[in-house]
Antibody, heavy 123, light 110 residues
Framework: QVQLVESGGGVVQPGRSLRLSCAAS????????MHWVRQAPGKGLEWVAV????????YYGDSVKGRFTISRDNSKNTLSLQMNSLRAEDTAVYYC????????????????WGQGTMVSVSS | QSALTQPRSVSGSPGQSVTISCTGTSSDVGGYNYVSWYQQHPGKAPKLMIYDVSTRPSGVPDRFSGSKSGNTASLTISGLQAEDEADYYCCSYAGSYTSVFGGGTKLTVL
C-alpha cells in the first residue's frame, strides 16, 4: 500500500525551529523527487520545496528560502523539512507529496500526498 | 511567484458542466505544459485530477478534462455529481525548478 505519513508538527514560538518528517512506504522512494506543500488555515495550497531523487538538488519557494532546508534519507525512505526562524505566517498544514515523474526528472505534478501535519507558530 | 488566479467559487446542478479557469503569465502557465489540477474535500489531502495540462491519471473519471490557451488553463467537469463538490486548485511549473498554485475554487453542486 502506497503511503506517505508526516510527523513532527506542533506549536512553536516565533523565531524557533521545528523539523518535520515524512515516512514513505509502498514506493521505490529513491526513484522519485519529493515535495513539501503547505496550506494555511482556511487558505489555499502553497508549494514549499522540492528535492531530487538522489538528494543532490534542492529548490525552494521565495517565502521559505534561506530559512527552510529539505533533505532525504533514501536508506530510511524518509523525507525531512528543517524549519528555522519560524514566523506566524508559517502556520499551516504541511504535506509531503511525491512527484509523478521517476528517475532524475521532475513533473511538478504531485500524485501521492500524505495526510499532513499541523504547524502552529505562536507566542 | 505570484499565485495563479482562479475564481473563488463556481456552481452547477447535477448533470451539468462547469469550467474552472486558472490564469497565470508567460512565466508559468503560458510558458510550460506542466499544469496540474487537484481536488480537495474538507479535511482531506489534495488528489491529483489532471497533469500535463490535459492528462488524467488512472482512476480519475473521464468527466474531468483539462485544456490550456495562452496564459489560461481550464478544468472542465461534465455530468456533475454530488461528490464533485470540493475545492479545486490549479498548479503550474514556474521555471527554475519552482511551482505555483492557484488560490483555489470552491465548487458547489446545487
Amino acid at each position: 500500500q502506497v503511503q506517505l505519513v508526516e510527523s513532527g508538527g506542533g506549536v512553536v514560538q516565533p523565531g524557533r525551529s521545528l523539523r518535520l518528517s515524512c515516512a514513505a512506504s509502498g514506493i521505490t522512494f529513491n526513484n522519485y523527487a519529493m515535495h513539501w506543500v503547505r496550506q494555511a488555515p482556511g487558505k489555499g495550497l502553497e508549494w514549499v520545496a522540492v528535492i531530487s531523487s538522489d538528494g543532490r538538488n534542492k529548490y525552494y519557494g521565495d517565502s521559505v528560502k534561506g530559512r527552510f532546508t529539505i533533505s532525504r534519507d533514501n536508506s530510511k525512505n524518509t523525507l525531512s523539512l528543517q524549519m528555522n526562524s519560524l514566523r506566524a505566517e508559517d502556520t499551516a498544514v504541511y504535506y509531503c507529496a511525491k512527484d509523478r515523474a521517476s528517475g532524475s526528472y521532475y513533473a511538478f505534478a504531485f500524485d501521492i500526498w500524505g495526510q499532513g501535519t499541523m504547524v502552529s507558530v505562536s507566542s | 511567484q505570484s499565485a495563479l488566479t482562479q475564481p473563488r467559487s463556481v456552481s452547477g446542478s447535477p448533470g451539468q458542466s462547469v469550467t474552472i479557469s486558472c490564469t497565470g503569465t508567460s512565466s508559468d502557465v503560458g510558458g510550460y505544459n506542466y499544469v496540474s489540477w487537484y481536488q480537495q474535500h474538507p479535511g482531506k489531502a489534495p488528489k491529483l485530477m489532471i497533469y500535463d495540462v490535459s492528462t488524467r491519471p488512472s482512476g480519475v473519471p473521464d468527466r474531468f478534462s483539462g485544456s490550456k490557451s495562452g496564459n489560461t488553463a481550464s478544468l472542465t467537469i461534465s455530468g456533475l455529481q454530488a461528490e464533485d463538490e470540493a475545492d479545486y486548485y490549479c498548479c503550474s511549473y514556474a521555471g527554475s525548478y519552482t511551482s505555483v498554485f492557484g488560490g483555489g475554487t470552491k465548487l458547489t453542486v446545487l
